[in-house]
């Protein structure tokens, strides 16, 4: 382990986001790009004290794409999967099939050895994950899509739209033209306009709750 931060990101993932037990099976699913976050998380099982193993596949196409067949087929032999992959694994068959066997998955696409460093331990995505700790939050900030079922080329479902459209959280919105969405704010601004505009928001809605 090249650095104890990665090792201390990995076991928070490992023993918080999954719940890790030791008598458990772990699946460490990764392409080509994402390696050193597998084995990574692969040290961290080894720590509780469960067994894993490690699949590698060259990176899918586009987010939702199944895994190899190999791979889909090793994913309902385990309790955990963590995917550390370039595109989300979330929306494909064989995850919801893995979750249909009581197979618990953690998506981490995009997610990066700095955010490991860092301990960015929220490295749970999909359905369950966000319905769960969206009600948790004091601030939700990302394109106005959020709020749409099926919004974000269809990773939003419909649970995740109501569930942050529920939420009491503060949202903070960015305008976006994709799914058909056209907002009547006058000019077209550029996206980095939008997103230091929804920084400065965020920074004041921040420091709002520090003073309650």
């Known amino acids: 382990m090249h650095h104890i931060g990665l090792?201390?990101?990995?076991?928070?993932?490992?023993?918080?986001?999954?719940?890790?037990?030791?008598e458990e099976k772990v699946l460490l699913v990764c392409d080509t790009d994402n390696t050193e976050i597998a084995v990574a998380l692969a040290y961290a099982v080894k720590s509780v004290g469960a067994e894993f193993t490690m699949a590698v596949m060259e990176p899918r196409s586009t987010?939702?794409?199944?895994?190899?067949?190999?791979?889909?087929?090793?994913?309902?032999?385990?309790?955990?999967?963590?995917?550390?992959?370039?595109?989300?694994?979330?929306?494909?068959?064989?995850?919801?099939?893995?979750?249909?066997?009581g197979v618990r998955f953690i998506s981490m696409p995009d997610y990066t050895l700095d955010m490991m460093k860092g301990g960015a331990q929220d490295g749970a995505t999909g359905e369950s994950a966000l319905v769960f700790n969206v009600g948790k939050m004091h601030i939700i900030a990302g394109p106005v899509g959020i709020l749409m079922p099926?919004?974000?080329?269809?990773?939003?479902?419909?649970?995740?739209?109501?569930?942050?459209?529920?939420?009491?959280?503060?949202?903070?919105?960015?305008?976006?033209?994709?799914?058909?969405?056209?907002?009547?704010?006058?000019?077209?601004?550029?996206?980095?306009?939008?997103?230091?505009?929804?920084?400065?928001?965020?920074?004041?809605?921040?420091?709002?709750?520090?003073?309650?």
């Open 63 to 101: 987010h939702g794409e199944n895994p190899t067949e190999a791979i889909a087929k090793a994913m309902l032999g385990v309790d955990v999967v963590f995917a550390p992959t370039k595109y989300s694994l979330s929306h494909s068959a064989a995850r919801e099939e893995a979750n249909a066997h």
């Open 150 to 212: 099926h919004g974000l080329l269809g990773e939003l479902s419909p649970k995740m739209a109501e569930a942050i459209g529920m939420s009491d959280a503060v949202r903070i919105l960015i305008p976006s033209v994709q799914c058909n969405i056209r907002l009547a704010v006058g000019t077209n601004q550029t996206m980095t306009f939008y997103l230091d505009e929804a920084a400065r928001l965020y920074e004041a809605e921040i420091l709002r709750l520090a003073g309650d």
């Open 7 to 22: 090792l201390n990101g990995a076991k928070r993932l490992v023993e918080i986001n999954a719940g890790l037990k030791p």
